[in-house]
């Protein structure tokens, strides 16, 4: 090559660069302007035709000591108040913000005082809310490593649910929490544990609160239903559902506890162990049979499941 074409192709390639790199980075920042823009005007569908009991109200109780049971007559919601401040677990659907307020409200709560959001499951129905209650209160989220992707897509990634957009209104997650780590706050100290197969980060807590007779050991469970309409080898948008509800089933059966909650209200029977307005009474939430049962049916399900042809 002639000195003179490689001088030039010398020169000019720097500028070349320079002109990638420039153009390169206004493409960056239009992206990120445009996502920003998108997220901002996030449009979230709901699904719609859900249950009714999915949003009528049940008058909030105390369950047993310092927690509290704070709305839906089935997507259960729980308040556990400390002196630092208090957590939410779950909250129901979008609609359900104004109606946790009043019910914290009603048993002389501060709807400001919540620090911690925690979920069962990044499923609509137990996060429709929840951004917008960080949003009102400032609480830090903490959520199961699993389902981190799809609480900060709004359920959009789902295996289920997903596909069409946001199904709620996305979270910023403060915490990832893993297997077996602790929520602490005031004089509560909450264990997370780790139940996929629902969702990718199902989870359940187990935590002990005491009143003036006695202390009980609590477990808020995320039972393992199955929601995959198709064989598990065919649910391509979670290749390890059928593992993770084996470890599941298996993690879950041998938990010990005193009273057992779930995510709905519906699977531990809410209104026939406390009807609605009935007198403070921890003993009716006494029920590891109903637990084991409910399980081993669920078991059941799941092994029919897997032969599924
Ligand atoms: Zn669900």
Redesign the pocket.
């Known amino acids: 090559m002639h000195p003179l074409f490689a001088k030039t192709a010398m020169n000019y390639e720097p500028s070349t660069m320079n002109y990638t790199i420039h153009l390169k980075r206004t493409v960056i920042l239009l992206t990120l302007l445009c996502s920003v823009m998108l997220a901002t005007a996030q449009t979230v569908n709901e699904p719609g035709n859900a249950p009714s009991e999915w949003s009528q109200p049940y008058p909030p109780f105390r369950i047993a000591g310092n927690l509290y049971y704070v709305f839906t007559a089935d997507l259960a919601c729980y308040l556990i108040v400390t002196p630092k401040g208090n957590i939410l677990i779950n909250t129901g659907l979008a609609s359900s913000a104004a109606k946790i307020k009043a019910s914290i409200e009603t048993l002389g709560f501060r709807f400001s005082d919540i620090k911690i959001l925690l979920t069962t499951?990044a499923?609509y129905?137990?996060m429709g809310a929840m951004a917008a209650i960080q949003k009102a209160t400032g609480a830090a989220m903490m959520l199961d490593e699993g389902d981190v992707p799809v609480a900060t897509d709004g359920g959009s990634s789902d295996y289920f649910f997903g596909g069409h957009g946001s199904v709620y209104q996305p979270v910023k997650v403060d915490r990832v929490l893993h297997n077996g780590d602790t929520i602490a706050l005031g004089d509560i100290h909450l264990v997370m544990l780790h139940h996929p197969g629902?969702?990718k980060g199902s989870c359940s807590y187990l935590f002990t609160v005491k009143d003036a007779q006695r202390s009980y050991t609590v477990l808020i469970a995320n039972m393992p239903t199955i929601?995959a309409p198709k064989k598990f080898s065919e649910t391509t948008g979670y290749p390890n559902i059928a593992a993770d509800y084996q470890y599941t089933f298996k993690a879950m059966k041998p938990l010990k506890f005193d009273i057992w909650l779930a995510s709905h209200a519906s699977q531990f029977k809410l209104q026939a162990k406390h009807p609605a307005g009935s007198a403070y009474n921890p003993n009716a939430f006494i029920d590891q049979k109903g637990y084991d049962t409910e399980l081993s049916e669920l078991e059941g399900e799941f092994e029919k499941k897997l032969t599924e042809k």
Do not use: G, K, L
């Open positions: 499951q499923h129905d137990h629902h969702t929601i």
